[in-house]
């Protein structure tokens, strides 16, 4: 059985690591705030080579405090990705903005001619989504932005350590936000979020937003809310962001193969990497018209598989209000068609080796 993630194996490789991690949290008290959390914030901004990082309840917490902090004009307008999880969208609602949806490009990340066609005097932002841990254009994106006068922030949640030309996302723009849940590719044994910027003043604010409007006990200069990463899930992280370099480069691995062993088999499609970028390979996603049928074949051969996401956000229910669902994208294409290969440290080649063998048996058996 190749499972599509296996947390219990990851926790092998590192138990005794971990477990003197949380038993030290639980033996100094430290639950809330104190030595883990703060040394995790300095190792996690160094390592998105970011000056500050604010650690938050989650990634979608972590999305709105940014909003909120930036001061965007109420109501304005906010383009995201026609495909992401819904965490994206849902913030930019949260925070009092309106969700302009824009489609991809065939790298599933925001298309630069369908973001410029949708700004309007009323949008104050675009959040890019660095999907499957793949950056997006951001060079390009932030070009449009700052030729209107807007902001650009990044949803890191499936991108830890991703890079574009050496830079790591998050910083590389206003500010860029992530989570901790655990299945991702750093991911803490719970919920969990942080905020990754350059700019002092906006991550004091988004500190304070965080944590009742205040910095030290009873001094709050405003209302805040309660959105705090805790020292538990910081000990843990501490922890797995020593391995997470080798994690990424055994996915990269994994990703190498595949894109090699799937290239010319059936009409599967695989979006390379542009060079000069780190993908983080979250995901590994392919494209069939006959996901159905391959991912059931897959599944009776002991190869799971997911599906991210299979509902453009547009066309989802909760998005009827916003009239987009009959717009031509290529998202929708996308949702209809997309697979996600398993992929992570828990898997070796031999792995990858023995799904790419069933994906050409299925396309045999098939023609
Ligand atoms: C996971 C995820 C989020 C939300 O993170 P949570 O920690 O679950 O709140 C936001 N955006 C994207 C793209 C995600 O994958």
Redesign the pocket.
């Given at each position: 059985m190749i499972p599509f993630l296996d947390l219990n194996a990851q926790y092998r490789q590192i138990k005794s690591e971990v477990d003197a991690a949380i038993a030290e949290v639980i033996a100094n008290s430290a639950f809330i705030g104190g030595p883990a959390v703060k040394a995790f914030e300095s190792e996690f901004a160094a390592y998105q080579h970011a000056k500050h990082c604010v650690g938050v309840a989650?990634?979608?917490?972590?999305?709105e405090i940014v909003l909120e902090a930036l001061d965007l004009p109420k109501g304005s307008e906010i383009i995201v990705p026609a495909n992401?999880?819904i965490?994206?969208s849902e913030?930019v609602t949260r925070s009092g903005h309106k969700v302009v949806f824009a489609d991809v490009g065939d790298d599933y990340t925001l298309d630069v001619d369908d973001v410029t066609r949708r700004i309007t005097p009323s949008t104050s932002a675009i959040l890019a989504?660095h999907?499957y841990g793949r950056p997006c254009k951001l060079e390009a994106l932030s070009r449009l932005a700052h030729a209107n006068g807007i902001k650009v922030i990044e949803?890191c949640?499936?991108a830890h350590g991703a890079e574009i030309g050496g830079h790591r996302v998050g910083a590389i723009t206003q500010a860029g936000?992530f989570?901790?849940?655990p299945g991702?590719n750093l991911g803490a044994y719970g919920?969990?979020?942080a905020i990754v910027t350059n700019d002092a003043e906006l991550a004091h604010r988004c500190r304070m937003i965080s944590n009742h409007g205040r910095l030290s006990k009873y001094d709050h200069e405003f209302e805040g809310r309660n959105s705090r990463l805790d020292g538990l899930q910081a000990a843990i992280l501490r922890v797995k962001l020593r391995h997470l370099d080798r994690w990424i480069a055994k996915r990269n691995e994994i990703a190498l193969f595949y894109s090699e062993a799937l290239c010319g088999i059936g009409d599967l499609v695989v979006s390379a990497p542009q060079p000069g970028m780190r993908h983080a390979y979250?995901l590994f996603v392919v494209q069939t018209e006959q996901r159905e049928a391959l991912g059931a074949f897959l599944r009776s051969n002991d190869v799971q598989t997911g599906i991210h996401y299979p509902i453009a956000l547009p066309q989802l229910k909760a998005y009827a209000y916003a009239g987009q669902q009959h717009e031509p994208m290529r998202a929708v294409r996308n949702a209809r068609r997309v697979l996600s290969l398993p992929i992570g440290e828990h898997m070796s080649v031999a792995d990858a080796q023995e799904v790419a063998d069933q994906i050409t048996r299925f396309y045999r058996l098939s023609s």
């Amino acid at each position: 059985m190749i499972p599509f993630l296996d947390l219990n194996a990851q926790y092998r490789q590192i138990k005794s690591e971990v477990d003197a991690a949380i038993a030290e949290v639980i033996a100094n008290s430290a639950f809330i705030g104190g030595p883990a959390v703060k040394a995790f914030e300095s190792e996690f901004a160094a390592y998105q080579h970011a000056k500050h990082c604010v650690g938050v309840a989650n990634g979608t917490d972590a999305i709105e405090i940014v909003l909120e902090a930036l001061d965007l004009p109420k109501g304005s307008e906010i383009i995201v990705p026609a495909n992401s999880f819904i965490a994206t969208s849902e913030a930019v609602t949260r925070s009092g903005h309106k969700v302009v949806f824009a489609d991809v490009g065939d790298d599933y990340t925001l298309d630069v001619d369908d973001v410029t066609r949708r700004i309007t005097p009323s949008t104050s932002a675009i959040l890019a989504v660095h999907l499957y841990g793949r950056p997006c254009k951001l060079e390009a994106l932030s070009r449009l932005a700052h030729a209107n006068g807007i902001k650009v922030i990044e949803d890191c949640a499936q991108a830890h350590g991703a890079e574009i030309g050496g830079h790591r996302v998050g910083a590389i723009t206003q500010a860029g936000s992530f989570s901790f849940y655990p299945g991702k590719n750093l991911g803490a044994y719970g919920d969990g979020g942080a905020i990754v910027t350059n700019d002092a003043e906006l991550a004091h604010r988004c500190r304070m937003i965080s944590n009742h409007g205040r910095l030290s006990k009873y001094d709050h200069e405003f209302e805040g809310r309660n959105s705090r990463l805790d020292g538990l899930q910081a000990a843990i992280l501490r922890v797995k962001l020593r391995h997470l370099d080798r994690w990424i480069a055994k996915r990269n691995e994994i990703a190498l193969f595949y894109s090699e062993a799937l290239c010319g088999i059936g009409d599967l499609v695989v979006s390379a990497p542009q060079p000069g970028m780190r993908h983080a390979y979250h995901l590994f996603v392919v494209q069939t018209e006959q996901r159905e049928a391959l991912g059931a074949f897959l599944r009776s051969n002991d190869v799971q598989t997911g599906i991210h996401y299979p509902i453009a956000l547009p066309q989802l229910k909760a998005y009827a209000y916003a009239g987009q669902q009959h717009e031509p994208m290529r998202a929708v294409r996308n949702a209809r068609r997309v697979l996600s290969l398993p992929i992570g440290e828990h898997m070796s080649v031999a792995d990858a080796q023995e799904v790419a063998d069933q994906i050409t048996r299925f396309y045999r058996l098939s023609s």
